[in-house]
Nanobody, 116 residues
Framework: QVQLVESGGGLVQAGGSLRLSCAASGRTWNSRMGWFRQAPGKERELVAA????????YYADSVKGRFTMSSDNAKNTVYLQMNSLEPEDTAVYYC??????????WGQGTQVTVSS
């Protein structure tokens, strides 16, 4: 069983920064971790993804150059550093784990609100 617990959301002004954290427990080794977001009335979208084993992270075009995903294997935690935030980044952000070749496990979500 895998559990994911997100933290770090909040309210920030446009141009500001936030860092999200996702603490993972259970069998996540050799898996891929991702950050998704869902804005009101929109579909959930993959924002960034990374493997615990390393390699280049994936980023959606909308966040390239502004968001950075990283992992701390010793802490079983992944992070999403979000800079130059825009009102369009307002959404609920979810951490997810791809353990069995699909996004099998999800966190509870954390709200990010960017004011203009």
């Amino acid at each position: 069983q895998v559990q994911l617990v997100e933290s770090g959301g909040g309210l920030v002004q446009a141009g500001g920064s936030l860092r999200l954290s996702c603490a993972a427990s259970g069998r996540t080794w050799n898996s891929r971790m991702g950050w998704f977001r869902q804005a009101p009335g929109k579909e959930r979208e993959l924002v960034a993804a990374i493997r615990w084993s390393g390699g280049s992270p994936y980023y959606a075009d909308s966040v390239k150059g502004r968001f950075t995903m990283s992992s701390d294997n010793a802490k079983n935690t992944v992070y999403l550093q979000m800079n130059s935030l825009e009102p369009e980044d307002t959404a609920v952000y979810y951490c997810a784990a791809d353990v069995y070749n699909s996004w099998d496990y999800w966190g509870q979500g954390t709200q990010v609100t960017v004011s203009s």
